[in-house]
Each structure stands twice: as C-alpha cells, then as structure tokens.
C-alpha cells in the first residue's frame, strides 16, 4: 500500500477513465470543509452550498466526458445527526452527476463488507480512506492488490444492489 497525498487524490477524480465507485459506511465524518457547514446546520443557518460547488464542477466535468461516479452510502437508521445534515447537501451532487443510493445497514449483515471507506478508481486501484474516531481524516492509501480490488468491487456491487436512489430514500425519523 502507498500513502496518497490530498493533491494525488484531488487528481484521481480528473484522470480516471471510466468509473468511480465509492463505498462509505460510517454514520459520523468530521472533514474539514464539512465541520462549519455542520455547525450551521445545527443552528438552523442556511446553507448556499457553495462550498460544494468544486466537486460539482468535478462531477459535470466527468459527465461531460462520459466518465460514471456511483456513490453507496451504508447508514444506521435513524440516520445519525451527521447523516441528517448530509442528506440535505446531495441533491446538488445528484444533479452534477454523482449516482448516490442509501442502503440501512441493517440490509447488509451478510455482506462481506472492508474495514475502511473505500473507493474503486477504473477497476484497477482501492483508495482507502482513513478516519479518527471522531470522523477526521486520518490518512489515504492505495492497493494495486487484487484481492484488495476484488473485495471492495463485489462489496460495492452488492450494497449497490440494496441501494435506494437518492431521489427516493426518505430517512426515518
């Protein structure tokens, strides 16, 4: 495995070739961009979403040139209030291009799931992110590794297949 530095992972988003997939599966993140939007959220502040608009901008860029980004997001229901907020910021990313399916957790206790977040960039490299307990970015690797590609493509195929569009997943309160 190799460390990835943020620039490296930036750049995988604009010269990958064909597909993306991301599986997410934790109820809690604490990403540095996402913290004082989270923040307001609780207040009840509005939000213009403009701190979104780069990885829009990357995801109509991609589908502009016919590139795929599909995006599982396992969650505990009720969703956790960090879940709650994300809901309402996916639209934007759903209209840019992002394919995004909620899955309940409890629809994937027999699937064999990876320890880590992950990404599958074109069928041929894992980007495995890295997060503290409290949900703040850790660190970002890569395999190359096979059976590391192989478990987390049939983990995203089969959570995908459970998904629920984002268009039609109602959170439960």
């Known amino acids: 495995m190799a460390d990835l530095s943020r620039a490296e992972f930036d750049a995988l988003f604009e010269d990958f070739?064909?597909?993306?997939?991301?599986?997410?599966?934790?109820?809690?993140?604490?990403t540095e961009a996402e913290i004082p939007?989270?923040?307001k959220w609780?207040?009840?502040?509005?939000?213009?979403?403009?701190w979104l608009q780069g990885w829009c901008d990357t995801l109509r860029r991609g589908a502009a040139r016919g590139k795929?980004?599909?995006?599982?997001?396992?969650?505990?229901e009720?969703?956790?209030?960090?879940?709650?907020?994300?809901?309402?910021t996916t639209q934007p990313l759903v209209d840019a291009g992002e394919d995004?399916?909620?899955i309940p957790r409890r629809l994937v206790s027999s699937i064999a799931l990876p320890g880590n977040d992950a990404y599958v960039i074109d069928g041929a490299l894992v980007v495995w992110m890295h997060y503290s307990g409290n949900g703040a970015s850790t660190g970002i690797e890569t395999s190359t590794n096979a059976a590391?590609?192989?478990?987390?493509s049939s983990a995203f195929m089969a959570v995908w297949q459970l998904?629920?569009?984002?268009?039609?997943?109602?959170?439960?309160?």
């Not at 980004?69 to 969650?75: D, H, I, N, P, S």
């Not at 590391?148 to 987390?152: E, H, P, S």
Request: proline share 6%.
């Open 17 to 30: 070739e064909r597909e993306v997939l991301h599986l997410e599966m934790r109820d809690v993140y604490g």
């Open 100 to 102: 995004i399916r909620w």
């Open 37 to 39: 939007q989270l923040a």
């Open 148 to 152: 590391d590609i192989n478990l987390c």
């Open 78 to 88: 009720p969703l956790s209030e960090y879940q709650r907020w994300a809901y309402t």
């Open 42 to 50: 609780k207040v009840g502040e509005p939000d213009d979403l403009e």
């Open 163 to 173: 998904g629920i569009p984002h268009r039609d997943y109602r959170p439960t309160a």
């Open 68 to 76: 795929k980004f599909r995006r599982a997001l396992v969650v505990s």
